[in-house]
């Protein structure tokens, strides 16, 4: 059985790796990380806009994004897709290609969850931060570009970098739109082959477990190194008196 699954992944490397391309789109691992790193990416700033709309004292702001953040984590990413995949054409009145719809779904689910981790992040800074910063003169605009938001993001690097891993996984179900990503990918393969299925799909876990385990290794390394960061300079304040 492993000599076998080898076999299919040395006869079927470059279909895993970059799809049809450069024959076709893009597909395989490459299309996987180019569809996280495009969700995660362009989900960013506009998680951070509907953070502050969740912290702000205004109700206008405060209560469209909670609905927003409440809707999208409340139901399934596939359902999500459809909906995009359904009705984009329909406003734009044009077809949009399945790697688009992905992306877009991705963004959207991405950024309620992104909105949530710069929303502790924030929240878990003193308030005295703020009130420093907003003595010294600064807007509130200025206070959270300049100070307040850098702390925050330095501070929830390992958590965004989870969030990545998590959109790796999440980009397996373009394949129901024909989105042609890794596990898209192995589909054509076991469908080509027809009699190893375990094999193909024990090609594809291994693939994803190397490169989630991988970026998780990653976020854990993060995460102690912030830790280190916060510890010193309490260190610091605290041997100064002696």
């Keep these: 059985m492993l000599a076998s699954a080898l076999a299919i992944a040395r006869d079927n490397w470059l279909l895993l790796l970059v ?11 490459a299309a996987t990380l180019m569809l996280s790193v495009l969700g995660i990416g362009l989900a960013f700033p506009l998680s951070v806009l509907v953070a502050l709309a969740r912290i702000s004292r205004w109700r206008a702001l405060r209560a469209p994004a909670t609905a927003l953040v409440y809707l999208v984590r409340g139901v399934p990413l596939l359902m999500i897709i459809f909906w995009v995949y359904f009705l984009f054409p329909l406003l ?62 330095y501070n929830m690097a390992p958590s965004i970098l989870s969030q990545f891993v998590s959109t790796i996984k999440d980009t397996t179900l373009g394949y129901v739109i ?14 080509r082959l027809l009699t190893k299925p375990f094999e193909v799909f ?24 912030v830790a280190r960061r916060r510890a010193g300079p309490a260190l610091v304040v605290v041997a100064a008196p002696s």
């Design 19 to 29: 799809g049809q391309y450069p024959n076709g789109p893009l597909g395989g691992i």
């Design 92 to 153: 734009l009145g044009t077809e949009v290609p399945g790697f688009t719809t992905m992306v877009c779904t991705l963004v959207l689910y991405e950024s309620a969850f992104l909105s949530e981790v710069v929303r502790a992040g924030i929240e878990a800074l003193p308030a005295g931060q703020m009130d420093a910063a907003r003595a010294l003169g600064h807007s509130y605009p200025q206070a959270m570009r300049f100070i307040i938001l850098p702390q925050a993001i």
């Design 178 to 191: 024909n989105v042609p990503e890794l596990t898209f990918a192995a589909s054509q393969i076991n469908n």
């Design 202 to 225: 024990l090609i594809l876990a291994l693939t994803y477990y190397v490169v989630c385990f991988s970026l998780t290794q990653l976020a854990t390394w993060l995460e102690r190194r």
